[in-house]
């Protein structure tokens, strides 16, 4: 075997024993090709639709896609149409009249819908007006600016917590931290409240120049946002602790946080709406917490939704929240403990003591 032989054999079975990079090399290639083929599509064509007024039940006999009727009350006004809409509870509302006019007020927060459904009324040939709510011109930075501070919050708790305590592990800081009367909670807590902080200051700074470059309302509670920021800043620094968990350095850190972070960019309905992906990838996208947060920040700051409507994703982020971070102690502990006899911590702690 000559010395190239030799080499390429050798970094194939370095290869073969970094398991890390090998699930990256066949995961990653896997994902974007289940993500481009069924989720890359922009096109909705099914739009929970509601329909009011005296005509109602004539009007959604003749309502073909992308409108998908889901209700039809003939006392309906237009007040329920824009609670129904401020609430989700339907993309379109359908206001009739007795005198045959109807007007299709729309979700504009929902903004591929909202595109899907004012084509299908312009089509109508004067049959349907369409009026778009909560986003008059259909702006794509009124719908992103939202997204993105959820992206933005996910980078740098994951990341950035991820790597930073790898790095300490790497230096030693950890296992000194072992020996030390302190519990796993105390220390996970001690070190990721930095990064809480740094990732909540970035939230408020890209909130509001997103709103003042970008003329993004803010229409809704900004305590109900800053909730649900806090749980999911929680879900997303409880991954980055697992992450340092099973990561031997930095390097694998950044590979493991990546993947962890591609799927929640692709598939949360950010970038494609989630009502258009094939029904198994959307259901991957529900087990995301940046999908949760997504629903969260575009209902508050563009819709004003009561909360009532929030109660679904700022329970699914609690939940999230307590089962990441209860993952990431228990983890902890686990590997920490075993270089942390009890005998030791009670000497360290007599030895403070005097």
């Not at 080499?7 to 090399?25: G, H, P, Q, S, Y």
């Not at 149409?81 to 401020?86: I, M, N």
């Not at 709103?211 to 649900?228: D, H, M, S």
């Not at 971070?325 to 000497?347: G, K, M, W, Y």
Request: hydrophobic share 55%; with cysteine.
């Amino acid at each position: 075997m000559g010395p190239v032989w030799a080499m390429i054999l050798k970094e194939f079975l370095e290869l073969r024993r970094d398991r890390r990079t090998m699930a990256m090399i066949i995961v990653l290639p896997l994902l974007l090709l289940v993500v481009f083929g069924y989720a890359a599509d922009f096109r909705v064509d099914d739009v929970p639709t509601r329909v009011y007024g005296p005509a109602a039940e004539a009007v959604a006999a003749d309502l073909r896609a992308p409108f998908d009727v889901r209700d039809v009350d003939t006392a309906g006004t237009e007040r329920q149409a824009r609670d129904a809409l401020r609430a989700r509870d339907a993309g379109a509302v359908v206001l009739t009249s007795s005198s045959g006019t109807a007007t299709v007020l729309i979700d504009g927060s929902d903004l591929f819908a909202a595109q899907s459904v004012a084509s299908a009324a312009r089509a109508s040939e004067g049959a349907l007006r369409p009026r778009v709510l909560f986003n008059p011109e259909l702006k794509t930075s009124w719908t992103m600016v939202p997204a993105l501070v959820g992206m933005i919050m996910a980078f740098i708790g994951t990341i950035i917590t991820a790597i930073g305590l790898v790095r300490e592990r790497q230096s030693g800081t950890l296992e000194q931290l072992a020996v030390m009367p302190f519990r796993a909670t105390d220390v996970i807590t001690g070190k990721i409240a930095p990064y809480f902080v740094l990732a909540a200051f970035d939230m408020v700074l890209v909130t509001v120049l997103g709103c003042l470059l970008f003329g993004v309302p803010f229409a809704g509670n900004v305590l109900v946002l800053a909730l649900g920021a806090a749980l999911f800043l929680f879900t997303v620094l409880g991954i980055g602790v697992l992450i340092s968990s099973v990561s031997q350095n930095q390097g694998q850190a950044m590979q493991m946080a990546l993947l962890s972070l591609m799927p929640q960019i692709l598939l949360s309905g950010m970038i494609f709406p989630l009502s258009a992906m094939a029904a198994g990838v959307r259901w991957i996208g529900y087990l995301l917490p940046l999908t949760y947060f997504n629903m969260l920040s575009g209902g508050v700051m563009l819709r004003d939704a009561p909360l009532h409507s929030l109660a679904l994703p700022l329970g699914v982020l609690a939940g999230m929240a307590v089962l990441v971070f209860t993952s990431a102690v228990l983890r902890f502990r686990r590997d920490l403990a075993p270089t942390a006899p009890r005998a030791a911590r009670r000497a360290v702690t007599a030895g403070s003591a005097r």
